[in-house]
């Protein structure tokens, strides 16, 4: 009987002088490189012109990392001391000393991709984050795996058969979190939990998009996307330690007070998407085959 999993995993892969090359930006490398691969896929199955999928990683990729890293300094602060980067600007910029917020990469993404639809596609918001979240689903992924490989954002202590002792970390001893002794105590792998619901939630827009057609509904698949990946944030989030001092008065904490308004978001969306008729898009309209691909705009 499997009675825990001893993690020890060292998360830097190489280093070379100043030079450290670290598992969790690898991951977060691949996490945006698959998520653009998929969405041009779609865009040359809609025969889209080549310069949505050339400007697409510039608008997607800066917004997600900028709205990572403010969001980390905006939600968070440095412990909670919410002034820390007014104070000290330029610790903002200092990305590699880790410190990126999952919800403020999709606030970033949200701006990015409504510039990208002002400036580039010119078409409804909707319309290109219904293919964009099919996406980021398996990006998040790969991120959630990132924080399996620096041993963080673990949950509270389990007897189940597949906890994990994390030897690698010292022990998360944030406020009322305790100082686990690994030798005798496993935890929740919630990154490991995380990583199946966003490798669900990819499935099953996945299957939407190619099989159900379901962007003949505009807003469903993002709708569908927000509840996947929230909703269950949400849920996750009561077996998680705390990540911040601060959250020790709150009712619910930070990740959950934030993953709130997108989880509305997502019910208005699927409700409102499945009120109306499904509507062919133009590319169906125009009988449009992949073999002869516009690539004009």
Not at 110 to 131: A, P
Not at 158 to 179: A, E, V
Request: with cysteine; glycine share 10%.
């Amino acid at each position: 009987m499997l009675l825990s999993v001893i993690w020890n995993v060292n998360p830097e892969i190489f280093h070379f002088g100043f030079l450290h090359v670290r598992w969790y930006g690898l991951l977060w490398a691949l996490a945006i490189l698959s998520a653009y691969w998929i969405v041009i896929t779609i865009f040359m199955h809609e025969g889209r012109p080549q310069l949505w999928s050339d400007k697409l990683f510039l608008y997607g990729a800066v917004s997600l990392i900028i709205g990572a890293r403010l969001g980390h300094c905006l939600f968070y602060g440095a412990d909670g001391d919410f002034w820390y980067y007014y104070k000290n600007p330029f610790e903002i910029i200092k990305i590699w000393e880790g410190g990126l917020a999952s919800h403020g990469g999709a606030i970033g993404l949200l701006i990015g991709m409504w510039l990208y639809n002002k400036y580039i596609t010119q078409k409804s918001f909707l319309y290109v984050m219904d293919r964009l979240v099919i996406g980021v689903a398996i990006g998040g992924m790969l991120i959630r795996f990132g924080n399996l490989m620096n041993s963080e954002i673990y949950g509270g202590a389990t007897t189940m058969p597949w906890g994990f002792k994390f030897i690698g970390d010292k022990g998360n001893c944030l406020g009322d979190n305790p100082c686990y002794d690994w030798a005798t105590t496993a935890v929740h792998p919630t990154q490991i939990y995380e990583m199946i619901y966003c490798l669900v939630t990819f499935i099953v827009c996945m299957l939407m998009y190619w099989k159900w057609k379901s962007y003949r509904r505009q807003g469903l698949i993002f709708g569908v996307f927000l509840i996947g990946i929230f909703l269950t944030r949400f849920l996750l989030e009561f077996i998680k330690n705390q990540q911040e001092t601060f959250e020790k008065s709150m009712i619910i904490n930070m990740g959950q007070l934030l993953s709130l308004p997108l989880i509305i978001w997502g019910i208005y969306l699927i409700i409102n998407a499945l009120r109306k008729p499904a509507e062919l898009q133009d590319f169906e309209k125009a009988g449009y085959k992949p073999a002869k691909r516009e690539m004009k705009k």
